[in-house]
């Protein structure tokens, strides 16, 4: 038990190191694609900490991720980022992130108890994620023809149905569990953000977006940012859980499905 208790407490101090790391070096956590309003990478470790570690510690994640962001918005206090410059804004929609993946990853234990209920989860991840693929497709590039428009999102589209093809063939069914809660983890993260956005920063939504009505600026944050993120969180968080799968803790995780 207590070499357990202290290799959770080593975890947790890495993971708070890492979201730090990845906050504070610029162009590496934040991705400024467009100025003033970041894609994240940083809720990564914040995800990998909700399924891995108990309630005493995971939530320090969460709290270290809101910290950067308000660190990093009073750095750079340009676009969205002057609305995180407010504490209630850039910090508890990130400690209440962490807490919903964790028990989020609980409910899925408890639908894999019932019949089919692992098929259903991993189902409505990937109905979600190409509804996201298609939208955000013709959000982001209403430019091109159609046709093209097309071509991209059916390419993102393959693209993950071949991941996902691939790990239930190496690694078996239970694995492909993992992707789907980061990809609803973290659209959950966007919502949360998006909420207290919406509340406290309408401002700064409407100086960053001055033809766009709030809530239209809120839909392209979310076909943007939180699509983007989530592709990112699938593609580099899953194969970091997998990499674990030698250490204990990783292991008695994995076992529940």
Do not use: C
Request: hydrophobic share 60%; net charge positive; aromatic share 14%.
């Amino acid at each position: 038990m207590r070499k357990n208790q202290t290799f959770e407490l080593v975890l947790t101090s890495i993971f708070v190191a890492l979201i730090f790391l990845l906050g504070m070096v610029p162009q590496i956590g934040y991705i400024s694609i467009i100025p003033g309003n970041p894609v994240t990478i940083v809720h990564i470790p914040v995800l990998l900490a909700a399924i891995l570690l108990p309630t005493k510690y995971f939530w320090l994640t969460g709290l270290a991720f809101g910290l950067t962001s308000l660190i990093q918005a009073a750095m750079t206090p340009i676009g969205l980022n002057v609305a995180f410059i407010n504490p209630l804004v850039s910090v508890p929609p990130r400690v209440l992130f962490a807490f919903a993946v964790h028990y989020l990853f609980k409910l899925f234990v408890i639908l894999k108890e019932t019949k089919f209920g692992s098929q259903l989860v991993i189902g409505f991840t990937l109905l979600v994620t190409f509804f996201l693929i298609y939208y955000s497709a013709f959000i982001n590039f209403s430019y091109l023809d159609q046709v093209w428009i097309h071509v991209i999102a059916w390419s993102v589209i393959v693209i993950f149905v071949g991941i996902y093809t691939y790990m239930f063939i190496k690694h078996g069914f239970k694995t492909l569990i993992v992707p789907s809660i980061f990809i609803l983890g973290t659209l959950i993260h966007t919502a949360l953000v998006l909420i207290m956005l919406a509340t406290l920063g309408r401002e700064a939504i409407l100086t960053q977006f001055p033809n766009m009505s709030v809530f239209d600026a809120l839909m392209l944050i979310v076909t943007f940012n939180g699509f983007t993120e989530a592709i990112f969180a699938a593609l580099i968080g899953t194969p970091v859980f997998l990499g674990l799968q030698r250490v204990p803790i990783v292991q008695q995780k994995l076992a529940k499905f």
